[in-house]
T-cell receptor, first 116, second 113 residues
Framework: GAGVSQTPSNKVTEKGKYVELRCDPI?????LYWYRQSLGQGPEFLIY????????DSGLPNDRFFAVRPEGSVSTLKIQRTERGDSAVYLC??????????????FGPGTRLTVL | GNSVTQMEGPVTLSEEAFLTINCTYT??????LFWYVQYPGEGLQLLLK?????DKGSNKGFEATYRKETTSFHLEKGSVQVSDSAVYFC????????????FGAGTRLAVHP
């Protein structure tokens, strides 16, 4: 079976533009997570979906960031009015059993966003 | 609050040397503990995990034991190979936090022949 996939793999945009990053989780996984990894650092949590709803969006840095998962599968992370500080690798992960202590998150390859 | 501290890198070893990468955490509860690895040019992969005290996770010759008394989850390997060169991340998953992982800063390991 396929793993988590993310598109595009690279995205270069100009300051002030709008971008969308897509994540396709592993089939059957109900939980989906977005993380952001800046150069030389560990990933930082952004948002978690259980099904279609965002159960925890406490990691979103500000209201320019928004994510949706309308059918409980594919998710899109949307960033408005991009800033140079948004440049990072955006990682998506999915897991089978939401809420379980033994839950394992499987990560996609990431989207490298560069804001010029 | 909940946090994780990981040994700073880079760590440079010769092939067949013994490896230890330290990881400690602070928590109000008892998290599940994970080590992820990021090989050059690749995405994050789960290396091993432990979900309760005294559990030992193991994979590919790597081991880590969940030590509740010292709140630690140190990663060890008896004999490293060049192919183990990668960045290693310790990541507790704290209960009550909707299973979000809190990653350490990562430890870069370079193994030379």
């Amino acid at each position: 079976g396929a793993g988590v996939s993310q598109t595009p793999s690279n995205k270069v945009t100009e300051k002030g533009k709008y971008v969308e990053l897509r994540c396709d989780p592993i089939s059957g996984h109900t939980a989906l997570y977005w993380y952001r990894q800046s150069l030389g650092q560990g990933p930082e949590f952004l948002i978690y979906f259980q099904g279609t709803g965002a159960a925890d969006d406490s990691g979103l840095p500000n209201d320019r960031f928004f994510a949706v998962r309308p059918e409980g599968s594919v998710s899109t992370l949307k960033i408005q009015r991009t800033e140079r500080g948004d440049s990072a690798v955006y990682l998506c992960a999915s897991s089978l059993i939401a809420g379980g202590p033994t839950d394992t998150q499987y990560f996609g390859p990431g989207t490298r966003l560069t804001v010029l | 609050g909940n946090s994780v501290t990981q040994m700073e890198g880079p760590v440079t070893l010769s092939e067949e040397a013994f490896l230890t990468i330290n990881c400690t955490y602070t928590a109000t509860g008892y998290p599940s503990l994970f080590w992820y690895v990021q090989y050059p040019g690749e995405g994050l992969q789960l290396l091993l995990k432990a979900t309760k005290a005294d559990d030992k996770g193991s994979n590919k010759g790597f081991e880590a034991t969940y030590r509740k008394e010292t709140t630690s989850f140190h990663l060890e390997k008896g004999s490293v190979q060049v192919s183990d060169s990668a960045v290693y991340f310790c990541a507790p998953m704290f209960s009550g936090g909707y299973n979000k992982l809190i990653f350490g800063a990562g430890t870069r390991l370079a193994v030379h022949p």
